[in-house]
């Protein structure tokens, strides 16, 4: 399995990873926030894995950044969406896209990773909810128990909770 900065051309490949790992109406949403993250620009810029086997796409994870309203130096970023193909699950894909994607952000130098998933499956990369807590996401949450962090760079947590805004792909009340 090789782990890859996606290109644009695999967008309908990691759509098809989307469609197969989620169901539903879900599917249509994530498969959509895939296409908006691919397309949008920001500074700094949205990164995004794939994994792929027999170079064909097997996974998919994006890392967008936040952008805090206080005035705070710390820098985040959001992961989301995480999907790994049914008939590769469970074989690893998923830890290699979110240790990739956490070593590639602490390179750059970024303090908080935050999530919003099964605390179950992202606890065991040392997500906390209690730094989730830490950052005030934009919109209410469907399911408050999913909203874990993890502070990158050895970075001293925020002193109070502060608010933050996220890229225009995920700036969307339905998504959370
Ligand atoms: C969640 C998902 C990305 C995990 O990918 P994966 O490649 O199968 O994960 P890994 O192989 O790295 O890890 C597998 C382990 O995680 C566990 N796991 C998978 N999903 C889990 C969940 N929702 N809660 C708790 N544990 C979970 C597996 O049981 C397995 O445990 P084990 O190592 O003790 O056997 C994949 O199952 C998936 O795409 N699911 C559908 C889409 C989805 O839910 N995405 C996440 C949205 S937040």
New binding site residues.
């Given amino acids: 399995m090789n782990i890859e900065r996606a290109q644009n051309t695999d967008l309908d490949s990691i759509q098809t ?2 469609e197969t ?2 169901s539903g109406k879900e599917s249509n949403a ?1 498969s959509k926030l895939a296409a908006d993250l691919c397309s949008e620009a920001t500074s700094p810029s949205i990164m995004s894995l794939v994994a792929k086997g027999d170079d064909q796409v097997i ?1 998919y994870v994006s890392y967008s950044p936040i952008f805090l309203k206080s005035d705070t130096h710390i820098s985040g970023y959001i992961l ?7 008939e ?11 240790k990739r994607g956490m070593d590639m952000l602490t390179e750059d130098g970024v303090d908080v990773l935050l ?4 605390p ?3 606890g ?1 990369f040392g997500f906390k909810d209690e730094i989730g807590g830490l950052f005030m996401p934009p919109y209410p949450l469907e399911y408050p128990f ?1 909203w874990t962090g993890l502070m990158l760079n050895e970075t001293a947590v925020p002193v109070s909770p502060v608010r933050f805004e996220c890229v225009a792909a995920l700036s969307k009340s339905e998504l959370w």
């Fill in positions: 990873v989307i790992a989620f994530i996974g989301a969406p995480l999907a790994v193909s049914p590769h699950q469970t074989q690893g894909v998923g830890t290699n896209l979110i999530v919003y998933g099964d179950e499956y992202y065991r999913g």
